[in-house]
């Protein structure tokens, strides 16, 4: 999967939440998916390397808050729990 170098200079995606599990979660500006992003630093640089896994986030409000929560339960989901 092809990575992308973190620019502190710009933000190519409407939003991003990174909860601190090595993973970023991007929700570009059109459409309805969200790209689930790994970190991996090479030579003391981030980079984002694309997992494959996409979350869809159609009908929900195009807010970071709706889209954290959104995350959130993906990820429990993933681990085969549920949110505490």
Do not use: C, F
């Amino acid at each position: 999967m092809p990575r992308t170098k973190i620019d502190p200079n710009g933000m190519i995606d409407r939003l991003r939440y990174s909860p601190g599990d090595g993973h970023t979660y991007a929700w570009p500006g059109a459409g309805d998916w969200i790209i689930v992003y790994r970190h991996e630093t090479i030579n003391h640089v981030l980079w984002l390397r694309d997992t494959g896994d996409r979350i869809n986030a159609a009908g929900i409000e195009r807010t970071a808050n709706a889209m954290s929560t959104l995350v959130d339960d993906w990820r429990w989901q993933r681990q085969g729990t549920t949110r505490p």
